[in-house]
């Protein structure tokens, strides 16, 4: 079954400091990913999709995620975070027939 | 953003008693779904439909049913409501565009506390 994993549940960093998110997954064919955020008691917002072509995406909020089908991953990146960035942050496949599965979620916190 | 409300926002309930919550969508797309978010296990999908009276399960859909009557409505409903039930609900929408995985557009939530 398709799944997967992201492996941080809280990261904290510095204002103005670069960030990396890691996102892991298990699919068997060409997949679809997206990066999603949801800010404290708000829907989720697409950041960023990745569905074929080049495999460094870039999105909104100055965020850029990078697919490496070798590794299975599928990394969200900034290279310097505002306040306003601490969210959390859900990776999620394609699972066929419209459907997606989510990874766990990781909390980012911001220090200023 | 996408036009998608859902109704109520928040609600208390009691163990026993029934539930209905609604998703409204002004975009006319294909498919709505249904997640629960908790704690940990990120978003997890309930059931979902892929046009008017069509729906299908999803990972985690005992104790839910469904029911789409119009393109614009899905409503997701506990029949009879238990504390494992308590949840911040999630509907989405997406349109077909024939090929893979879509994106899916995410509602503000429903906060459910099941006493």
């Known amino acids: 079954a398709q799944s997967v994993t992201q492996p941080d549940i809280h990261i904290t960093v510095s204002e103005g400091a670069s960030l990396e998110l890691r996102c892991n997954y298990s699919?068997?064919?060409?997949?679809?990913l997206f990066w999603y955020v949801q800010s404290p008691g708000q829907g989720l917002q697409l950041l960023l999709k990745?569905?074929?072509?080049?495999?460094l995406v870039q999105g909104i909020k100055g965020f850029e995620a990078e697919f490496k089908r070798s590794q299975s991953s599928f990394n969200l990146r900034k290279p310097s975070v505002h306040w306003s960035d601490a969210a959390e942050y859900f990776c999620?496949?394609?699972?066929?027939?419209?459907?997606?599965?989510f990874g766990q979620g990781t909390r980012l916190t911001i220090n200023p | 953003d996408a036009g998608i409300t859902q109704s109520p926002r928040h609600k208390v309930t009691e163990t026993g008693t029934p539930v209905t919550l609604r998703c409204h969508q002004t975009?006319?797309?294909?498919?709505m779904y249904w997640y629960r978010q908790d704690p940990g296990h990120g978003l997890r999908l309930i059931h979902y439909?892929?046009?008017?009276?069509?729906?299908d399960k999803g990972e985690v859909s005992d104790g839910y049913s469904v029911s789409r009557s119009k393109t614009e409505d899905f409503l997701l409903t506990l029949e009879s409501a238990t504390s494992s039930q308590t949840s911040v609900y999630f509907c989405?929408?997406?349109?077909?565009?024939?090929?893979?995985?879509?994106?899916?557009?995410f509602g503000p939530g429903t906060r459910l506390t099941v006493l």
């Open positions: 439909s892929y046009g008017v009276k069509d729906t």
């Open positions: 989405a929408i997406s349109e077909s565009s024939g090929g893979g995985t879509d994106t899916q557009y």
């Open positions: 975009e006319n797309h294909r498919y």
């Open positions: 999620a496949v394609g699972q066929g027939a419209q459907k997606l599965v």
């Open positions: 990745y569905f074929s072509g080049d495999t």
């Open positions: 699919y068997g064919a060409t997949p679809y």
